[in-house]
């Protein structure tokens, strides 16, 4: 095709479907910072995702602090997105290469849908993802690390599918939960300790609030839900029927429906220990 | 050293017109066409896979007449330059105006410089997201001159005919009623058309970011 101003793009280099080739050619990719970036500056930071898999598919959540250092610097950024209509991505790490990694990917998914006529499977998706984040790695080098989940619901498989990465762009999928950030150790944790097969969505739902809710009570960059605010995790689900994220009236029903619980039935260490009849089960 | 012939540029233009004119008039045509909630574009299309009528960007849809290599070509050139556009600026600042411009000078530029013109017409929609009166049909013609529409345009070799059996367009009328005259325009009067010789896609004003949608199968039978 005859070159013009607004296709980049000469025969010799067609950059197919994909739309970071497409932007590596038209010269606007971000460039790489020259030194470690965290040593100049107190970067901001997202902290805490945790996903699980029910009977429909997954539930993702995010909490919504991040930090620079010692100092809350946003109480209601969000960290889950919806990467198309049956997927999503939940970041942690350095807020800003995330909040664009993840622009880049749902543009990603979308360019090629519409380039290739059909989506790319769940695999190829979560695949990109780590190319992604493998051409992320001399940022990462720099102190701006991006660590993802993805989750989705396999329209082949008909079943809700995890995977966790690494800064290298290792992609490992995980059968029932995962989580990433700061507060992954805790929330993975409670995750681990409450997950059961087929779970219904509700359970799912107060599994991954309570996730975060503990996470929050031992890791100091993770945000507890505020009541105050209104301010609650983001959390939805990805089953067949697509991406759904919950209202906030729902989600408020249940952050106090889980300290009731805590104030109630665990009497004055209620807050410190999960009792047996406490579990979201 | 060899002198070429001369020949009057009226000449050069006039061939190269004619041989385009040709090359669409073998395939068969389409419409695209306002109605109530959108914009509706209706192709004859035997094949399930090779699309004439595809997805641009959020608000914006694409179709081709002639040659399937040539505006598939165009139709991922569209795709390219509105996903550029979207993510240097916002979603937003994407618009067919500047889409259909772009295809104006890139198929003008073609049909003066190169060996041969393109063998397409095109059509770029765009429905405004809340107001109907926005919505708007581009039409590019294979020498890179432009029209635009507000009611409803029809592409392909057959156009002038298909215009005729469009008297009873009206505006605002419903998907099902807009669709079953745009079918009857296409089938003329000694053939039907069923949903399987059809490809048809709306752009639906409502709460989707992306408006773009097939519309197939049963659910395609039962609008017409």
Same mark, same amino acid.
């Given at each position: 095709?005859?070159?013009?101003?607004?296709?980049?793009?000469?025969?010799?280099?067609?950059?197919?479907?994909?739309?970071?080739?497409?932007?590596?050619?038209?010269?606007?990719?971000?460039?790489?910072?020259?030194?470690?970036?965290?040593?100049?500056?107190?970067?901001?930071?997202?902290?805490?995702?945790?996903?699980?898999?029910?009977?429909?598919?997954?539930?993702?959540?995010?909490?919504?602090?991040?930090?620079?250092?010692?100092?809350?610097?946003?109480?209601?950024?969000?960290?889950?997105?919806?990467?198309?209509?049956?997927?999503?991505?939940?970041?942690?790490?350095?807020?800003?290469?995330?909040?664009?990694?993840?622009?880049?990917?749902?543009?990603?998914?979308?360019?090629?849908?519409?380039?290739?006529?059909?989506?790319?499977?769940?695999?190829?998706?979560?695949?990109?993802?780590?190319?992604?984040?493998?051409?992320?790695?001399?940022?990462?080098?720099?102190?701006?690390?991006?660590?993802?989940?993805?989750?989705?619901?396999?329209?082949?498989?008909?079943?809700?599918?995890?995977?966790?990465?690494?800064?290298?762009?290792?992609?490992?999928?995980?059968?029932?939960?995962?989580?990433?950030?700061?507060?992954?150790?805790?929330?993975?944790?409670?995750?681990?300790?409450?997950?059961?097969?087929?779970?219904?969505?509700?359970?799912?739902?107060?599994?991954?609030?309570?996730?975060?809710?503990?996470?929050?009570?031992?890791?100091?960059?993770?945000?507890?839900?505020?009541?105050?605010?209104?301010?609650?995790?983001?959390?939805?689900?990805?089953?067949?029927?697509?991406?759904?994220?919950?209202?906030?009236?729902?989600?408020?029903?249940?952050?106090?429906?889980?300290?009731?619980?805590?104030?109630?039935?665990?009497?004055?260490?209620?807050?410190?220990?999960?009792?047996?009849?406490?579990?979201?089960? | 050293?060899?002198?070429?012939?001369?020949?009057?540029?009226?000449?050069?233009?006039?061939?190269?017109? *004619?041989?385009? !004119?040709?090359?669409?008039? /073998?395939?068969?045509? +389409?419409? $695209?066409?306002? =109605?109530?909630?959108?914009? #509706?574009?209706?192709?004859?299309?035997?094949?399930?896979?090779?699309?004439?009528?595809?997805?641009?960007?959020?608000?914006?849809?694409?179709?081709?007449?002639?040659?399937?290599?040539?505006? *598939?070509?165009? !139709?991922?050139?569209?795709? /390219?330059?509105?996903? +550029?556009? $979207?993510?240097? =600026?916002?979603?937003?600042? #994407?618009?067919?105006?500047?889409?259909?411009?772009?295809?104006?000078?890139?198929?003008?530029?073609?049909?003066?410089?190169?060996?041969?013109?393109?063998?397409?017409?095109?059509?770029?929609?765009?429905?405004?997201?809340?107001?109907?009166? /926005?919505?708007?049909?581009?039409?590019?013609?294979?020498?890179?001159?432009?029209?635009?529409?507000?009611?409803?345009?029809?592409?392909?070799?057959?156009?002038?005919?298909?215009?005729?059996?469009?008297?009873?367009?009206?505006?605002?009328?419903?998907?099902?009623?807009?669709?079953?005259?745009?079918?009857?325009?296409?089938?003329?009067?000694?053939?039907?058309?069923?949903?399987?010789?059809?490809?048809?896609?709306?752009?639906?004003?409502?709460?989707?970011?992306?408006?773009?949608?097939?519309?197939?199968?049963?659910?395609?039978?039962?609008?017409?």
């Amino acid at each position: 095709m005859t070159q013009t101003p607004w296709n980049p793009t000469s025969p010799g280099a067609d950059p197919g479907s994909s739309f970071a080739e497409l932007l590596r050619q038209s010269g606007l990719e971000p460039p790489v910072p020259q030194g470690d970036v965290s040593e100049t500056f107190d970067v901001v930071h997202g902290t805490t995702c945790v996903a699980v898999r029910y009977a429909d598919g997954v539930v993702i959540a995010g909490d919504r602090r991040a930090t620079s250092g010692n100092l809350i610097s946003h109480r209601s950024i969000e960290k889950v997105f919806p990467a198309d209509r049956h997927s999503a991505v939940a970041i942690a790490g350095a807020a800003g290469p995330a909040v664009e990694m993840v622009k880049l990917f749902q543009l990603q998914l979308e360019h090629y849908e519409k380039v290739e006529g059909t989506s790319l499977s769940l695999e190829g998706k979560a695949n990109q993802l780590s190319q992604m984040l493998r051409n992320n790695l001399p940022m990462a080098m720099q102190g701006l690390a991006v660590v993802p989940i993805f989750a989705g619901y396999d329209l082949a498989a008909e079943q809700g599918r995890l995977f966790q990465y690494d800064v290298t762009g290792g992609r490992y999928e995980e059968l029932d939960y995962t989580a990433t950030g700061s507060g992954s150790l805790h929330a993975g944790t409670v995750a681990k300790i409450h997950f059961r097969d087929n779970m219904t969505r509700d359970q799912a739902v107060d599994l991954v609030i309570e996730s975060l809710f503990q996470a929050a009570d031992a890791d100091s960059a993770t945000g507890l839900p505020d009541l105050i605010r209104g301010l609650y995790p983001v959390v939805a689900t990805i089953s067949a029927d697509g991406f759904d994220r919950l209202e906030n009236d729902e989600l408020e029903t249940r952050v106090r429906t889980l300290i009731d619980r805590y104030t109630t039935v665990g009497g004055r260490d209620g807050g410190n220990s999960l009792s047996a009849e406490g579990g979201p089960q | 050293m060899s002198q070429p012939f001369y020949v009057a540029p009226e000449q050069v233009m006039k061939d190269r017109a *004619d041989y385009a !004119r040709k090359g669409i008039a /073998r395939g068969r045509s +389409l419409i $695209g066409s306002t =109605y109530d909630g959108g914009i #509706v574009i209706c192709a004859e299309n035997t094949s399930n896979t090779l699309r004439k009528v595809s997805e641009i960007y959020d608000r914006i849809g694409f179709a081709g007449v002639g040659k399937y290599n040539e505006f *598939d070509q165009l !139709r991922i050139a569209g795709v /390219r330059h509105a996903d +550029l556009k $979207g993510f240097n =600026y916002s979603r937003a600042d #994407v618009d067919a105006r500047s889409l259909a411009n772009q295809y104006a000078n890139m198929l003008g530029q073609v049909f003066t410089h190169e060996m041969k013109p393109m063998e397409v017409e095109i059509l770029v929609a765009e429905i405004g997201l809340t107001e109907p009166e /926005r919505d708007q049909l581009f039409h590019i013609l294979y020498d890179g001159s432009v029209t635009d529409h507000t009611t409803y345009v029809v592409l392909g070799g057959d156009a002038d005919a298909l215009r005729e059996r469009m008297a009873d367009w009206a505006p605002n009328k419903s998907l099902s009623d807009t669709l079953k005259l745009l079918v009857a325009a296409l089938a003329g009067d000694d053939r039907t058309l069923v949903a399987d010789d059809l490809e048809v896609a709306v752009l639906e004003r409502g709460e989707e970011r992306r408006t773009f949608k097939r519309i197939e199968g049963d659910d395609l039978t039962a609008l017409l």
